[in-house]
């Protein structure tokens, strides 16, 4: 059973460093993109990009490019989205998401991230 | 590419016939999909390719369209259908975009 398993959620002060992570079973993780999605309070679906780990080769959404880092550790099983200066507008739920084709099939449980003073 | 979503919010009784409609700012061809998020959870897949029937899902969903203009059908709306409905279209590289969403309530 393919399974994304997600990291907890996190509450940090705007200016701080954060990476969370998104581990996968289940499957061959270096044979399938991991890309991430970002949800604001009770707004849309915006994907952020995506990550290739069997060679780590990334595609961003020209809106996140330079924002966030986006990585993976095929050793781990674990792909990350990483920021090095949080804002309060980072505040939002994120998911990982498995490619199958060109749909996401399998999901993540969302890590949730609160910004803020 | 832009992607519109029609309506934003719709409000349906049981047993209603529902279409969501998807319009793309340039041609996709049938690279788009169809998802359901429902109120906490992540969204789950319902079409891909612009009209197949993901595994599991209910056969009242159905999806058409070409080109530009798609929708996402509901033929005989059920309570467990609330939610919130997005478009995906995306592209050879993988790049992706979601309509802005769609809010299915019940009557």
């Known amino acids: 059973e393919v399974q994304l398993v997600q990291s907890g959620a996190e509450v940090k002060k705007p200016g701080e460093s954060l990476n969370i992570s998104c581990q996968g079973s289940?499957?061959?993780?270096?044979?399938?993109?991991i890309g991430w999605v970002r949800q604001m309070p009770g707004k849309g679906l915006e994907w952020m990009g995506i990550v290739f780990p069997g060679d780590s080769d990334t595609r961003y959404n020209p809106s996140f490019q330079g924002q966030v880092t986006i990585s993976a550790d095929k050793s781990l099983n674990t792909a990350y989205l990483q920021w090095s200066s949080l804002k309060a507008s980072d505040s939002a739920m994120y998911y990982c998401?498995?490619?199958?084709?060109?749909?996401?099939?399998?999901w993540g449980q969302g890590t949730l991230v609160t910004v803020s003073s | 590419i832009q992607m519109t979503q029609s309506p934003s919010s719709l409000s349906a009784s049981v047993g209603d016939r529902v279409s969501i409609t998807c319009q793309a700012s340039?041609?996709?061809?049938?690279?788009l999909n169809w998802y359901q998020q429902k109120p906490g959870k992540a969204p789950k897949l319902l079409i891909y390719?612009?009209?197949k029937l993901e595994r599991g899902v209910p056969s009242r969903f159905s999806g058409s369209g070409s080109g530009t203009d798609f929708t996402l059908t509901i033929s005989s709306l059920q309570p467990e259908d609330i939610g919130t409905y997005y478009c995906q279209q995306y592209d050879h590289l993988l790049r992706t975009t979601f309509g802005q969403g769609t809010k299915l309530e019940i009557k």
């Open positions: 998401v498995r490619h199958n084709g060109y749909t996401y099939l399998y």
């Open positions: 390719d612009a009209s």
């Open positions: 289940g499957y061959r993780f270096t044979s399938y993109w």
């Open positions: 340039q041609d996709i061809s049938d690279y």
